[in-house]
């Protein structure tokens, strides 16, 4: 039984058929997954690599050379502080020992209510606006604490089921 909704089965169809090689349509696949189930779980990879022909090991390969793509389960805001080089420079070790403190966490946990989880990052490609702060796909650049601090209360409010601006 497949780990994905009909909509899902459907849009990898209309993937796989997008691409010379079915192969290709691998990565597009994993993103979508990892959005629908939160991170790719075994079922999903042994999903995935059934409909592409592959064996779950290079299934598991190009999942292991992605930092996006996770094999656990985050928290309902995945928190990425970059600590770079550009970043390192504009205070990205601040913005990231801030997050560890308020959030209670270290890299690669998630915080016991399930709503924040941490990641110290390498380079996410804003370095003309570090130091940069990536919260599931929403890019938050040229950060101070307290910027850093208003964002992260929009996320726990909206969390709450509480309406924000932001
Ligand atoms: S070094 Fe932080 S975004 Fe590039």
């Known amino acids: 039984m497949s780990p994905f909704s009909p909509q899902l089965e459907a849009r990898f169809r209309e993937l ?3 691409y010379p090689a079915r ?6 696949m994993l993103l ?59 205070g990205g070790d601040e913005l990231y020992a801030h997050c560890e403190r308020r959030l209670g966490v270290g890299h690669k946990q998630t915080a016991a209510d ?12 804003a370095c003309s606006w570090a130091p940069a702060v990536q919260v599931n796909y929403d890019f938050h650049q040229e950060l101070t604490v307290e910027q850093l601090d208003k964002i992260l209360d929009a996320y726990a409010a909206r969390a709450r089921g509480e309406r924000t601006d932001s």
């Open 114 to 125: 399930g709503v924040f989880s941490l990641e110290e990052v390498e380079c996410i490609g």
């Open 23 to 28: 192969r290709s349509a691998l990565v597009p």
């Open 32 to 90: 979508y997954a990892q959005d629908e189930l939160g991170w790719l779980t075994p079922a999903a990879v042994q999903r995935i690599a059934e409909l592409l022909a592959e064996t779950e090991l290079a299934v598991r390969e190009v999942i292991g050379y992605y930092s996006m793509l996770r094999t656990e389960p985050t928290g309902k805001y995945h928190v990425q502080v970059c600590t770079n080089i550009s970043c390192l420079l504009r």
């Open 16 to 18: 796989m058929q997008r």
